[in-house]
């Protein structure tokens, strides 16, 4: 069965760009949408952004002008780039396979990695 | 953006219980509803799709309805393994969830 684990700095400074990657094992990263969606106690769930297999991106506008999502086939490996961090970047951090439904964009998450804890501090 | 509003944001309850989470969506969303239940320390795991759909593994005590902006999660019989905290998650306009509805003992 395919799973997801994250890695990345626990700790990141403000102003600098946080880099995370996922790497999936048991399944190939091809026909999927793989996002990236972070958790805080306070703003909850908030989705990031998407990755499709074509290469083709999609954005949380309120994260678009900072957030960079890129894919590696050959290691199977979706990665997450976003710059000028500040505290309220401060999260646990997944990323999720999307699992569409059939003929549509629209996908569900399904499994999610464990997460990895992001924090923003100097 | 599309706000999802769960409620209640905890519900008490015994085991054995009905129980009812509802998930309303600030514009219609067509359906295109997902629901997930989250332990402490872990990932949420995805249990209904699309409405109505269970995922495969999870148990048939677990249902999902609603259309328009109004969904609607129910456990049939709650079980011991039940208490979590519960996500609905819209798929229609990019992607937002609900606040969580935290199921604890009674």
């Known amino acids: 069965q395919v799973q997801l684990q994250e890695s990345g700095p626990g700790l990141v400074k403000p102003s600098e760009t946080l880099s995370l990657t996922c790497t999936v094992s048991g399944g190939s990263i091809s026909t999927y949408y793989w996002s990236w969606i972070r958790q805080t106690p306070g703003k909850g769930l908030e989705w990031i952004g998407y990755?499709?297999?074509?290469?083709?991106?999609n954005y949380n506008p309120s994260l678009k002008s900072r957030l960079t999502l890129s894919m590696d086939t050959s290691k199977n490996q979706v990665s997450l780039k976003l710059s000028s961090v500040t505290a309220a970047d401060t999260a646990m951090y997944y990323c999720?396979?999307?699992?569409?439904?059939?003929?549509?964009?629209?996908?569900?998450?399904?499994?999610w990695g464990q997460g990895t804890r992001v924090t923003v501090s100097s | 953006d599309i706000q999802m509003t769960q409620s209640p944001s905890t519900l008490s309850a015994s085991v054995g219980d009905r129980v009812t989470i509802t998930c309303r969506a600030s514009?219609?969303?067509?359906?295109?509803l997902a629901w997930y239940q989250q332990k402490p320390g872990k990932a949420p795991k995805l249990l209904i799709y699309k409405v109505s759909n269970l995922e495969s593994g999870v148990p048939s005590r677990f249902s999902g309805s609603g259309s328009g902006t109004e969904y609607i999660l129910t456990i049939s019989s709650l079980q011991p393994d039940d208490f979590a905290t519960y996500y609905c998650?819209?798929?229609?306009?990019?992607?937002?969830f609900g606040q969580g509805t935290r199921v604890e003992i009674k």
């Open positions: 999720a396979r999307g699992v569409r439904f059939a003929g549509t964009p629209r996908h569900w998450f399904d499994p």
């Open positions: 990755v499709y297999y074509t290469g083709s991106t």
């Open positions: 998650q819209q798929f229609h306009t990019y992607s937002t």
């Open positions: 514009q219609t969303i067509s359906g295109w």
